[in-house]
């Protein structure tokens, strides 16, 4: 039996005739045939019922067709994986990184990634995790930085930085001398929000919606740095990731945690479920793996 002999039988079921599958395969459709009987002979069972008209299949050779099937499954996906290791040393990474948060977050994965493999071709897209999602999908990106909760059978989602989502005031804030506050205590707040085409948008406001109350929103940007500003200069609240508030605006804002309901915060890189993972998605996702050993602060 020869991985040959497997693809040819496996075209000719799918195709259940021998005209097609020969034209497929480019080969002769005695070549098929003959290669059909020497499996038959091997496993001494009949596979395929020929008649005048048709090509019946039996239940001997439907039992055989799904283990040459899984076995040239397994074949292609072993010598992809081996065509990677002998060409380890190059290849190419394409990463999709949402503003501001991806970038601030990821830059010591990017930079150790590309000290430890400086052959490879890294590839950054930044645009917002709701387009990151589609480009993923699509196969424009390798991986890409989404925003958890991240749910999507399509995707594998492995989680690399975990925090929370505080609740921002500038210092003369009646509420700056808490440091814990409750979701309904929020009312009346004047919010200044990320623009609706960060996934991040869709999380806040889903927060809210299980407080019981939407948020009154008098200002919306797509540039975190400038929802901060405007924080630290009196004009509305904000809710923001904490590590990036930390980073960026610690000293000029107070920070508070949320309850009723909680807001965990996570980074997570996603890829699809079906795609084969080369040698520099698997070396990018292990330096993201490595990462969560030590917690965001």
């Not at 499996?39 to 001494?44: A, D, H, M, S, V």
Request: neutral net charge; aromatic residues 12%; contains cysteine.
């Amino acid at each position: 039996m020869t991985m040959i002999q497997l693809a040819y039988y496996v075209e000719v079921v799918k195709q259940r005739n021998f005209t097609r599958a020969a034209e497929k395969l480019f080969v002769s459709q005695s070549t098929l045939s003959k290669a059909i009987r020497a499996l038959e002979n091997e496993f001494q069972a009949e596979f395929i019922g020929r008649r005048a008209k048709d090509l019946l299949i039996t239940q001997d050779g439907l039992a055989f067709y799904e283990y040459a099937a899984k076995l040239l499954d397994y074949y292609h996906t072993q010598t992809q994986e081996l065509e990677q290791k002998l060409r380890c040393a190059g290849g190419a990474l394409t990463l999709g990184l949402p503003p501001s948060a991806g970038t601030i977050y990821f830059s010591s994965l990017i930079y150790q990634f590309r000290q430890a493999y400086p052959e490879t071709d890294l590839q950054i897209t930044e645009i917002t995790s709701k387009s990151i999602r589609d480009l993923v999908d699509d196969g424009t990106l390798d991986l890409g930085v989404v925003i958890e909760p991240f749910s999507d059978s399509k995707f594998y989602s492995q989680t690399v930085f975990r925090s929370e989502a505080v609740l921002v005031v500038p210092k003369q804030h009646p509420l700056a001398t808490q440091s814990c506050v409750d979701f309904g205590a929020l009312r009346t707040e004047r919010f200044l929000m990320v623009s609706p085409d960060y996934m991040y948008y869709d999380v806040v406001l889903e927060r809210f919606k299980a407080a019981g109350f939407a948020p009154n929103i008098v200002f919306e940007s797509s540039q975190w740095d400038l929802l901060l500003e405007m924080v630290a200069n009196n004009q509305g609240v904000s809710i923001l990731p904490k590590p990036l508030v930390d980073k960026l605006y610690a000293g000029r804002v107070c920070q508070l945690h949320l309850k009723n309901p909680e807001f965990p915060w996570a980074l997570s890189v996603i890829y699809r479920t079906d795609k084969f993972l080369t040698v520099p998605m698997q070396r990018f996702l292990k330096i993201c793996g490595k990462s969560k050993q030590s917690p965001v602060k």
